[in-house]
């Protein structure tokens, strides 16, 4: 299920703090978002469904988890936080939100999960294609998990390009408990680095 932003939403203010800054609470990060973003590569597991796994300590009590599996030509993503609330990434070789291609969500009845791209640092507009599938989306136990699938590339314009075996930068972020909606700024946030 997609939902629509209005282009007058304070999204872009969450983005906007999401992309330009690395990770928060005692990864050290700075909020100075006219700055390049401080990224950090994570320790990659791969876990018994094949999945690579990237844990981002945000705090003692809450953790970012990005878990990815190529499969083919489409790549696979989960991403939860510890939060009721939205859940967020991004990909952009810059780490910078101009230009990033942009994934977000929440769970209430069921997962609402948008296709997103920012032109600026305003908020981001919905894709013209959605090209995500397989979404869904739990919230269980304090723990918000979006699960969806693309291509690796998409073909279009509005999307980046993944290529196997390559560095790439990912954003991700999260809003605080109860929090969904995509208008409420990030809890948590961070810029890292991983190789698909």
Known sequence: MNMKLPRTSTAGIVLLALLQSSCGGSNGSSDNISGAPNIFTPTVTIDTNGFNVASIP??????????????????SFQISCTTTGWVGMGINPSGSMTGADIVMGYVTTGATVEDMHATGFFAPTTDITNHLSGVSGTEIAGTTELVFTRAL????????????????????????????????????????????
């Not at 705090?59 to 790549?75: F, M």
């Open 153 to 196: 590339d998409t073909a279009d314009s509005q999307d980046k390009v993944l290529v196997a075996g390559q560095d790439t930068i990912m954003l991700f972020a999260c809003g605080p408990g109860g929090a969904d909606n995509f208008m409420t700024q990030h809890q948590h946030k961070a810029a890292l680095k991983i190789n698909l």
């Open 58 to 75: 945000f705090s003692a009590s809450s953790t970012g988890v990005l878990k990815w599996k190529i499969t083919g030509t489409d790549i």
